[in-house]
């Protein structure tokens, strides 16, 4: 069984950067889709940041230019640099990952956070 293990997570003032990791362990498939979701309080679930089986990334309109997304393949390992943070970026952070078979799809992934494999979530807080 595949799990998922987020770290990283912490308090920081706006304006500063955190580095969110999240380590695959078990089996996991060569191919996948994997990204970042956040919950605020009372909010629903967002799409931060993503990375499709072909390895093209996108990211929430609110955190491009800020957030980049990146993987280790060797390490199974999935970041997430945040730089700049705001206030409103404070949230629970979650890696997700879906296996990218012949019908797999990425836009209910996305959009719909349809995904088998859910890390346990790290908090970020950033302060004004």
């Known amino acids: 069984q595949l799990q998922l293990a987020e770290q990283g997570g912490g308090s920081v003032q706006a304006g500063g950067s955190l580095r969110l990791s999240c380590v695959a362990s078990?089996?996991?498939?060569?191919?996948?889709?994997m990204g970042w979701f956040r919950q605020a309080p009372g909010k629903d679930r967002e799409g931060v940041a993503g990375?499709?089986?072909?390895?093209?990334?996108n990211y929430a309109d609110s955190v491009k230019g800020r957030f980049t997304i990146s993987q280790d393949n060797a390490e199974n390992t999935l970041y997430l640099q945040m730089n700049n943070l705001k206030p409103e970026d404070t949230a629970m952070y979650y890696c997700?990952?879906?296996?990218?078979?012949?019908?797999?799809?990425?836009?209910?992934?996305?959009?719909?956070?349809?995904?088998?494999?859910w890390g346990q979530g790290t908090q970020v807080t950033v302060s004004s």
């Open positions: 997700a990952r879906e296996p990218a078979g012949p019908y797999a799809d990425y836009a209910a992934f996305w959009f719909e956070g349809k995904a088998t494999y």
């Open positions: 078990g089996y996991p498939a060569e191919r996948v889709f």
């Open positions: 990375i499709n089986r072909n390895g093209i990334t």
